[in-house]
Structure formats: structure tokens, C-alpha cells
């Protein structure tokens, strides 16, 4: 490991999180570069923002946090079990791999490698973690830091969490601090689970101290003590509450559908999805594209301006229903309840019940149907169950824990998919669900998959041999319903003309604005 140019000073940066943290003049040297000033642009929780306006942290915050917890990490080990021989140069290149674990991530984070690249360029395979291997290249290259490349192959495993990438001499159990693949339990998640509850303003009762003091190699494997079995449950259930209540929430969601249609429609324009593989473009790619394009005069970004103005003025896609799938059914689930599928019942119910509305934009591509999958950390499996525990009195065994040892109220699955349904157009909100409704009828509530209908043809008399699922009664509203929203009326009182569908960059008629006119004045 070689150290910075003479000059760079330890310093201390104070954190909301952790109080003071000690930087070191090797990581001085990596965070006051433009690849990783970069993360002061990127939100930590994307969309999220739009909903909860104390989550302003970004990703750089994150990553010092991770970096911090990751030397304290594997300084502890170092401490408490000098027989495991970790080295100086062991401590930097994992506190390196913390410190840029994130450098590739995209603009509002998840919603670019989740959403955005895949609709674009669907191609490309793109994942955030590849593209920050090659920014920490591109920065060590740019800032002439020299670091051999044995170290740089190991940093670039350890963000990874594969050995397998760098030297077999390197000692197994570091790679469960980072990017922990055995179990999902690293710093990375002690960091973003205690930072994002803070920033939201939920308590946080979880100590990442106590569990990095309770960490302990035992085989070549990071191991905790059997006691706070019970506290790494409540991480893994508190990750679960997160991605249901926050990352999730339907107005963050519709947010991040009106940003990729934004962006998608710049796309042939700026030619975006062609930047995320050069370096030199990728480290301008921040969350203020949504600010060069507002700012933009060019004609061919009309559209997406008109998107994003509906997001400053709160005029989102509408949300229509909700469900929460079981995990073992989700493949019917989504085989079924398409967009497609939706818009073909909501136009058969619309025309059987001779309801006066315009379906000339209930289209396909009007509608959404997210499927959210939202688990512990181990997809449908218990992460405990991969989890390796010692006691005080024997400190050098470990194993798993077994029933009993810690709560035995445990879901009997650790994982679901959160089905969530849009439309792009509010005066369609009550047909739409509808619609979706009609397709649930399709799908009995059994655990059994049941036989797959064909696709209805008119007149087709639906029937099924099971109860089919109960929809969600708090939602229920009419089939004619047309939603309305602050951004959206004061639209109307200012146009006496055009549609409602303008506002989105699709068309529509003066017939649905005359219609959420009179509903509104109701």
C-alpha cells in the first residue's frame, strides 16, 4: 500500500450518525477527488426525498459512514485476535473498498440501475456495482494514486464480496464486512439501515457498535456472539420495514416512473444510456440532469420538461391499488396482472357499463403495475439461518442458531412482492382499477397455482372454480372516479382550453378536462 504525496493531513469529518471520524491521509487523498465529490449529488434515497424532505443525505455521506464502520470493523479484529494476522494494508484496502463501494452509482440511485438502463438498454446488464469499479480505476488513474495492482484487484473483490476475483492468499473473513454474500449482514447495511431511519426521523435502537464489538472470526468466517442474536434480527427486520414503508412508498414510486419516462424521452436526444461505460461522462451523470433538462431550450426535451414540471407542481401519476403478493405466488401474479391486461378489462367494462368517458389514452403504456420485492436480506430465506454464533464460554465454536434461541415469532416466509398500480392519466383512475380488479377475479385465493385462463374474448362468461381474491375495500372507488390534485386544479383554473393529458406530454381531449371540471366543482 503506498501512502498519498507529503502534505495530506489526518482529519476528522463530524457525521450525524457517529460523531467525529477519523480519515486518514490515504482516504484524504481518494475523497477530495471529482470521482468522489461526485456522491454530494447523488440522494442516498432517490425519490424518496420528494416524501420525506429530511432524507437530503447523499451518497457520499453513506460511503464515509461505511468506510468508518468497516476500519472499526476489521480494527476490532485486529485487536481482539492478533493470531489472525491482519495487516495495516489488510485495514486500508477494506476501509478503501467502503469508502468506494458506491462511487457507481447512478442518478436517484436504485432508480437508475433498477429502472432507467433497463427500459433504455436493456442490453447492457448494467449494475452500479460494476460501474464503481470502474470510476475507483478511473479515479486512482486520474489523481495519480499509486496503488499496486494487486491492491486494487483485492479492493475491487472486496467490493464485490468474491474472493474468487483477487489472490486466494487473501484472508477469507474479510469479505464479510463489506459486501457480506454470505448472509447479507455488513456494514454497508448497519450504515444505511442507521442512517436513513435517522434521517427520516424514526428511532433507531440498533447499536453498529455493539455488533462490530461482538464480531469475531471463528473458521475463516465473521461470527457474532449468540446474545445479540435477537438485535441482528430486529436489523434484518427493520432493513424489511424500510423497503416497505420507505423505498417503496407509492409516491416515491410514482416519482420514480415520471423521472425514467423523462429521461427515456430525452434519451435519443442526449443519448444518455451511452455515457454510463465512459468514465469521463459518467462522473457528470448526477441527480441535476433533471436541472439541465428543465433549463434546456432545445425542442426535442419538451416533453420530458413537461414531466418533470409535473413533479415540481405535485401532479404525479396517480396511485390506483395495492397488494401484498405471497412470495410463492408471485409468478402468476405477475403473468397475469400486466398493463396490457388491465387496460383490455377496464375498456371491456367501460363499453359494457356505457360509461361517457374518452378512452383514446388508455393505452398500455398508461398504466404501471410495479411488482416490489421486499425481504430480510436473503430473498425468501431467514438470513439468521446463515448466520454463525459463539457464547463467552465457548468462544472459539460456532454455529447456527436453532429454534429457540432467539423469538419464535418469525414470518414463516422473509419475503414478498408489494404489487402497486399507476396510471399516468388521473381521469382514468377509476376505470383503471377496475380494470386491474377484473384481472384479480382471474386469479383464485389458493395457495395452489391454479390452471392458467386463456385471455378472455368478449362475452366470454368468466368464471372459476375457486374463490377468487378479495380486492383491497380501502381503496374502492367508483368506476368513473377521476382524481384530482393540487398541481392539477390549479392547471385547470389557468387553461380554459386543451386536455388534461397535455400536462404529461400525451394526448387526450377537452372532454376528460370539461369532466374533472364539473367533478370538481361537485
Not at 447512478?106 to 438502463?117: E, M, Q, T, Y
Not at 447495511?189 to 435502537?205: L, S, V
Not at 472459539?396 to 415469532?409: F, H, L, P, V
Request: proline share 5%; aromatic share 8%; hydrophobic share 35%.
Amino acid at each position: 500500500m503506498v501512502e498519498p504525496p507529503h502534505g495530506v493531513q489526518m482529519r476528522y469529518i463530524k457525521d450525524q450518525i457517529y460523531d467525529y471520524i477519523t480519515i486518514s491521509s490515504l482516504l484524504s487523498s481518494i475523497i477530495d477527488t471529482p470521482q468522489f465529490q461526485r456522491l454530494r449529488y447523488i440522494k442516498q434515497l432517490g425519490t424518496s426525498y420528494f416524501v420525506w424532505p429530511g432524507a437530503s443525505h447523499n451518497r457520499l455521506e453513506h460511503c464515509l459512514g461505511v468506510a468508518h464502520l468497516a476500519r472499526s470493523m476489521v480494527e476490532h479484529l485486529r485487536t481482539e485476535q492478533p493470531e489472525l494476522g491482519i495487516s495495516q494494508r489488510d485495514v486500508d484496502c477494506v476501509q478503501i473498498a467502503g469508502l468506494c463501494h458506491d462511487l457507481g452509482h447512478g442518478p436517484w440511485s436504485h432508480v437508475w440501475d433498477g429502472l432507467f438502463i433497463p427500459s433504455v438498454a436493456p442490453s447492457k446488464n448494467w449494475k452500479h456495482e460494476d460501474a464503481s469499479k470502474m470510476m475507483l480505476r478511473f479515479l486512482l488513474e486520474e489523481n495519480n494514486i499509486a496503488l499496486s495492482e494487486e491492491d486494487v484487484k483485492f479492493i475491487l473483490a472486496l467490493i464485490d464480496g468474491d474472493p474468487s476475483q483477487c489472490s486466494s492468499v487473501e484472508k477469507r473473513f474479510l469479505f464479510d464486512i463489506v459486501a457480506n454474500k454470505r448472509n447479507g449482514l455488513d456494514v454497508d447495511k448497519f450504515d444505511y439501515i442507521a442512517r436513513d431511519t435517522y434521517m427520516i426521523g424514526e428511532p433507531n435502537k440498533i447499536s453498529s457498535d455493539r455488533l462490530i464489538n461482538s464480531a469475531r472470526v471463528i473458521d475463516n468466517e465473521i461470527c457474532f456472539d449468540i446474545k445479540d442474536v435477537n438485535l441482528l434480527f430486529e436489523l434484518c427486520h427493520t432493513r424489511f420495514k424500510l423497503h416497505k414503508m420507505i423505498y417503496n412508498h407509492k409516491t416515491a414510486k410514482a416519482i420514480e416512473y415520471m423521472i425514467v419516462d423523462a429521461l427515456s424521452s430525452a434519451e435519443p436526444f442526449m443519448k444518455i444510456a451511452d455515457q454510463i461505460d465512459i468514465p469521463k461522462k459518467f462522473l457528470y451523470l448526477t441527480d441535476d440532469i433533471m436541472t439541465r433538462i428543465e433549463s434546456s431550450e432545445a425542442p426535442e426535451l419538451e416533453k420530458s420538461r413537461e414531466i418533470f414540471k409535473r413533479i415540481r407542481i405535485r401532479d404525479l401519476y396517480r396511485f390506483v391499488d395495492q397488494r401484498s403478493v405471497e412470495w410463492e405466488r408471485q409468478a402468476i401474479f405477475r403473468e397475469l396482472i400486466t398493463p396490457e391486461r388491465v387496460v383490455q378489462e377496464a375498456r371491456r367494462l367501460a363499453e359494457e357499463q356505457g360509461a361517457d368517458i374518452d378512452l383514446d389514452a388508455l393505452t398500455p403504456a398508461s398504466v404501471i403495475v410495479d411488482y416490489a420485492t421486499m425481504h430480510y436480506g436473503m430473498k425468501e430465506k431467514n438470513p439468521l439461518d446463515f448466520v454463525k454464533f459463539y457464547s463467552k464460554r465457548n468462544r472459539n465454536t460456532c454455529a447456527c442458531a436453532q429454534k429457540g434461541d432467539y423469538s419464535m415469532i418469525t414470518p414463516p416466509v422473509f419475503a414478498e412482492v408489494k404489487l402497486t398500480v399507476f396510471t399516468k392519466h388521473p381521469e382514468y383512475l377509476g376505470l383503471v382499477q377496475a380494470g386491474y380488479r377484473a384481472v384479480l377475479k382471474l386469479i383464485p385465493d389458493d395457495s395452489t397455482p391454479p390452471e392458467r385462463p386463456s385471455t378472455p374474448t368478449r362475452g366470454h362468461k368468466r368464471t372459476s372454480t375457486l374463490a377468487s381474491i378479495t380486492p383491497n375495500s380501502f381503496t374502492t372507488v367508483p368506476l368513473t372516479y377521476a382524481a384530482t390534485s393540487p398541481g392539477r386544479n390549479r392547471a385547470l383554473k389557468r387553461s380554459h382550453s386543451g386536455s388534461l393529458g397535455s400536462i404529461g406530454g400525451e394526448s387526450g381531449s377537452g372532454g376528460d378536462e370539461e369532466r374533472a371540471t364539473k367533478r370538481l366543482a361537485q
